[in-house]
């Protein structure tokens, strides 16, 4: 076991190159996520995406492509044994040296009947952020991945009526100088997938003791596994459509748009419609 390790960091960089590797790379270049000198706490929830971030977190900093620390930190928000299990299992097969640290998250808020799972995942943010905080860091990382980003994009479209996105990198409001990054921004989900079975990984599902049964036969009901299924379809109608969602909110046309706003000010269209009228009467 202490060997295997050494294979999976080389399949990162020679099978999985083109569409792990470069595209985590690409993110952390394109979107200026980690600057020298940093200190990142890589954020692991015990899943794929966290894990294998985290390995790559590793390969960056081995390959001194950048100078940063790293503390790779697990938060037990009141995991069941198996999971916990898992999570130590795996990291040590990784080679992955984890800091894990104690929470009572989930019996906080097993009796909230108003929105648990919102309360309970910034409850969670802000446990990662203040242990961040303690061990020296001024970044946090976390594992989200391209499908993530486009599921958020529809999601806002189709349920919230607005347009947005999951932000690459961004400020922490309420612990100042803290900061957000997501260094899987652009790596697909079943490249994901394809690394964990090629070296015959596995990882927990779901993290949450009172929504396992749910994720085991209910979650098809679920408004981000409904997005799931709708871009299942699309990548079989098209195989530029995931992409195109991806690049829509990075290439907005503000002429074109009714309305829009930045939170403190909000603009329509026919704020200054007619001083854009055209000088000529070409147009038809």
Request: hydrophobic share 35%; proline share 2%; charged share 25%.
């Amino acid at each position: 076991m202490c060997e295997r390790y050494r294979d999976i960091e080389k399949s990162i960089i020679t099978t999985y190159r083109k569409n792990i590797w470069r595209k985590f790379t690409k993110a952390i270049s394109r979107y200026q996520m980690i600057k020298e000198g940093d200190k990142i706490a890589v954020c692991i929830s015990g899943g794929k995406d966290s894990m294998l971030m985290a390995k790559c977190m590793q390969e960056i900093r081995r390959h001194g492509i950048i100078e940063f620390e790293a503390e790779y930190i697990v938060m037990d928000p009141g995991y069941n044994e198996e999971n916990r299990r898992m999570i130590e299992h795996n990291a040590e097969i990784l080679n992955i040296p984890v800091h894990i640290f104690d929470t009572e998250i989930f019996n906080s808020v097993v009796n909230v009947d108003d929105h648990p799972c919102y309360l309970c995942a910034r409850m969670r943010r802000g446990y990662l952020y203040k242990e961040a905080q303690r061990l020296g860091c001024n970044k946090i990382a976390l594992g989200h991945h391209f499908d993530d980003v486009i599921e958020t994009i529809l999601m806002g479209m189709l349920y919230s009526a607005q347009v947005q996105t999951m932000m690459p990198k961004l400020y922490s409001t309420n612990h100042p100088g803290m900061e957000l990054i997501r260094p899987m921004y652009m790596v697909k989900e079943k490249d994901i997938v394809a690394w964990a079975a090629h070296n015959d990984l596995h990882f927990i599902e779901c993290a949450c003791r009172f929504t396992e049964n749910y994720t085991k036969h209910g979650a098809e009901n679920s408004k981000r596994q409904e997005m799931k299924q709708l871009i299942t379809q699309f990548r079989n109608t098209s195989r530029y459509i995931d992409m195109n969602i991806f690049n829509s909110v990075q290439n907005i046309n503000l002429t074109t748009i009714i309305g829009y706003h930045d939170n403190e000010r909000s603009y329509n269209f026919l704020d200054d419609y007619d001083e854009r009228k055209p000088c000529t009467d070409s147009e038809t």
